[in-house]
């Protein structure tokens, strides 16, 4: 398709300058963005603030990481929510997969019904109140609990798993089956699933993401500190511009630790978002291939 | 007798066999897909406690709800918290801010998507395009706190977007310390962290068009402007519509968290939105009754508008939703 696109006519110069000119400026400027944070969180604060720290680092220093390894409420934040996001994305999967094929399926009564169920949550609900209530009274404010249950159901996941199934898993393949007396559990365990790792890689990584990054449900359901997720924890460093807490005794450290508690902000940023940065560049083509699905029935 | 009842009977009786007939086929799917109930199970006791149960919850925005009486038990009282949010000084300011905000985010991130997938789709070089997508769909990742962590540095008095405008040799302008800059910096820091994302849609459906309409093209004359605005631009135009649909049904639902995070005691004449507002009156001063009529206020209006436009849009151009 491209080697076509692209015969060479002379009036397109302008064209192809203009193109090339937008995107790479468009792109430097997110780049750069996210490589200024690197570039700060490893720099001299009195240095990044005067203007100096533009391309390159000046008065490399890791001290900032040291600081933040040492700070109980990020190591307990870390923990905890790599704690919601396993069990969190386990729980997903468990609910969204099976459902996802079951409505996927021609010959299961009900499914128009059940589908129009969950596509109206999409566009109407109870709201933020009655919501609250609602785990009030099931007793899950405050437990660990509530925030691995909470967000492991997204219908607009299910179509994308849906859709997946409906298009990949052949209908002759489901009725030579049934002459062979498969029953629907055993082809859906031996058949089906083997077929759709690409689905399930899939959704496990947009339900991981999503948890470790979410904020909100945290924010209104968790007061104890103890169960705060890292987002929470961020919040209190990042914006609220709270310093670190670390184990420093030493008034000397203390005083430094104020110093740089700028660079520490940088640092903090490198450090929660490092898990999603590594496995990034190894996945965005799962990612993509989820959007696409998605696509094919808008 | 006359004629036309008596041809009316085997009409009936076809129809009420077909009937039969769909009856059995039912009954015979079911008995061999029962177990398909079981797998959605899960989902639906997740929809019934966390979609459902609350929409049953939110008659006490028509009650004086008190926690020792619980809902139903507490006193019906009409629409009276609608009354006095109508009434109250901050209704005019929530919904100018929440409008505001919707819409400018609405028109001004709407076409950057499509340019830079229409763009990355005639770019020559195939490395380049690689690694501009590689590097614009990172952002989308970014957790909501993190990137407003980075606004509020980027931002601030001795941040780097300062120190950038000083190297240019222009004054230091106070983004944070100004409200009448939170709009902008809220619709243009979305712009950066969702263009590059976005646009991966309209580039799948890119992908869709033939290439034999690009060789037509190229024999006749056309040059890469004119195959961009008279081929691709109108393949995209369904997504859009669809996307525009599906957006302008959130223009009341704006986000919460990004709002919440950038609010600061400057911005607030700007930044109070009615979601903000709802968590603040609801979960820190705990008036249940009227943050949940606050909330139902703001989610009927927003599906009223869905229907709208849904409607709107399968009018005029066959295209919709449902």
Known sequence: MEKQKNYKIKTDLVTNLVINITIILFTAIVFYALYFVVIASISDPDKTAAGEVLLLPKGVSFKPYWYIFRDKRIVSGYANSIFYTFFGTLLSLFITIPAAYALSR???????????????????????????????????????????????????????????????????LQEAAEIDGCSVTRFFFSIAL????????????????????????????????????????LRDILIQGQNLQADVTDPDAFYEMQRISRTIRYGVIIVSSLPVLIIYPFVQKHFVKGVMIGSVKG | MDNAS??????????????ALKWRQYKK?????????????????????????????????FRDYKATQGIIGSKWVGFKHFKTFFESYQFGQLIKNTLALSFYSLIAGFPFPVIYALFLTYLDSNRLRRSSQMITYAPHFISTVVYVGMITLFLGREGVVNNLIAKLGASPVPFMGK?????????????????????????????????????????????????????????????????????????????FEKAFLLQNSVNLDYSEIISTYVYKI??????FSYSAAIGLFNNVINFAVILFVNKMAAKYSEISLW
């Not at chain 1, 083997?194 to 991981?208: E, G």
């Not at chain 2, 009977?9 to 129809?15: Q, T």
């Not at chain 2, 008995?31 to 006490?60: E, H, S």
């Not at chain 2, 979305?190 to 060789?215: D, Q």
């Open chain 1, 194 to 233: 083997p077929l759709s790792k690409s689905i399930i890689a899939i959704m496990t990584l947009y339900y991981a993401v999503a948890r470790w990054n979410s904020f909100f449900d945290a924010l209104i359901y968790i007061s104890s500190a103890s169960k705060y997720p890292l987002q929470l924890i």
């Open chain 2, 29 to 61: 799917n079911i008995r061999k897909t029962w177990v398909l109930y079981l797998f959605v199970l899960p989902a639906l006791i997740y929809m019934l406690l966390f979609n459902y149960l609350p929409m049953y919850g939110v008659q006490i925005a």
């Open chain 1, 106 to 172: 021609q010959d299961f009564v009900g499914r128009k019904v059940i589908m129009r169920l969950m596509l109206f949550t999409m566009y109407f609900g109870g709201g933020l109140i009655p919501t609250y209530m609602v785990i009030d009274s099931l007793n899950l404010v405050n437990t660990r609990a509530i925030l691995v249950i909470l967000g492991s159901f997204s219908v607009y996941n299910l179509i994308l798993a849906r859709t997946f199934f409906q298009t990949n898993i052949p209908l002759e």
């Open chain 2, 179 to 255: 409200g009448e800059w939170f709009r902008h910096i809220y619709v243009w820091s979305g712009i950066l962290k969702s263009t590059g994302w976005n646009s991966i849609m309209y580039i799948s459906v890119l992908a869709t068009v033939p290439p034999e309409l690009h060789e037509a093209a190229i024999v006749d004359g056309a040059n890469k402007r004119q195959r961009m605005l008279y081929i691709d631009l109108p393949t995209l135009l369904p997504t859009m519509i669809i996307l525009l649909i599906l957006n302008t049904g959130q223009l009341l639902n704006v986000g």
């Open chain 2, 6 to 19: 008596a041809k009316n009977v085997p009409a009936a009786n076809a129809k009420k066999e077909l009937r």
């Open chain 2, 282 to 287: 609801g979960i820190l001063s705990s008036q």
